[in-house]
């Protein structure tokens, strides 16, 4: 381990708070929801750092690597150009998991924006994250960083909290990237359909909405996410390219 005193010489890393510690002694990686569940269009995670304005950087590692690969008729997009651009959590606001069933709870979601927010998110708890570049079968790094550090040094930054997300239509069990059984199958369009009648125990919105490129949080489940499903389990590719790097 480098002494902090010499990683700050170096100019790796800011004392962006001039306490005498690198930024990513003290700040810690967003934290795993309580019980991870695997979803196609979300990241799901607790912001952390209560009390301190930071924002939330993600880095896509391995965008869209469906495993096992997808049937040679439907390959999926080419995203090896993509790996490694980076995105930020924007500002979160409060959304119903159904406009139809007032009973049926709230969540807190935000979507990817190509700068950086700063806030304390201590009031907001699990947090569901969505944009056009967060698509199944991927694996993102999300990390920290301090109001009053330098983004461009790579040592302001926490750790990191790595998500992987479900293969495509994959809604609740297995969640499996690689499995002895074929996901999807019935039981995730089902979860869909359950979502989408309001059915008590159905899944919630960060798993079961599934289009389209964008999503749109204020929107319930509906018959197109039922037809997305439809077509993962009949082995289609995912059908939404990301393509405009500025509107995640």
């Known amino acids: 381990m480098i002494p902090d005193e010499c990683d700050l010489a170096a100019g790796t890393s800011d004392d962006c708070n001039n306490k005498g510690l690198v930024n990513a002694c003290e700040y810690v990686a967003p934290a795993a929801e309580p019980t991870p569940v695997g979803k196609n269009r979300s990241l799901s995670f607790v912001p952390g750092n209560a009390g301190q304005p930071t ?3 993600v880095t896509l590692r391995e965008l869209h690597r ?11 997009f080419d995203s090896s150009s993509l790996d490694g651009m980076v995105f930020w959590v924007g500002p979160p606001s409060v959304f119903a998991e159904s406009s139809d069933s007032p009973g049926s709870g709230t969540f807190a979601g935000a979507q990817l924006q190509c700068t950086p927010h700063y806030r304390d998110w201590s009031d907001v708890g699990l947090l ?12 993102y790094d999300v990390q920290a960083i301090s109001q009053e550090c330098n983004v ?3 040592g302001n930054y926490s750790l990191s909290y790595s998500v992987r997300t479900a293969r495509w239509g994959d809604v609740v069990d297995e969640f499996s990237e690689s499995s002895i059984t074929t996901q999807p199958d019935f039981l995730d369009i089902s979860a869909v359909v ?3 009648k309001s059915t008590a125990g159905a899944p919630i919105k960060a798993r079961a909405q599934l289009q389209p490129a964008l999503l749109v949080l204020t929107a319930d489940v509906n018959f ?6 439809v077509d993962a389990f009949k082995g289609l590719a995912f059908p939404f390219g ?4 500025c509107s995640p």
Do not use: Q, T, W
């Open 242 to 245: 990301p393509s405009d790097p």
């Open 224 to 229: 197109l996410d039922i037809s997305a499903c």
């Open 55 to 57: 924002a939330m950087r």
């Open 152 to 154: 461009n040094l790579e």
């Open 128 to 139: 569901h994250v969505s944009g056009a570049y967060i698509i199944s079968s991927s694996l």
């Open 66 to 76: 469906p495993d096992p690969p997808n049937a040679p008729s439907s390959p999926p």
């Open 194 to 196: 359950d979502k989408f």
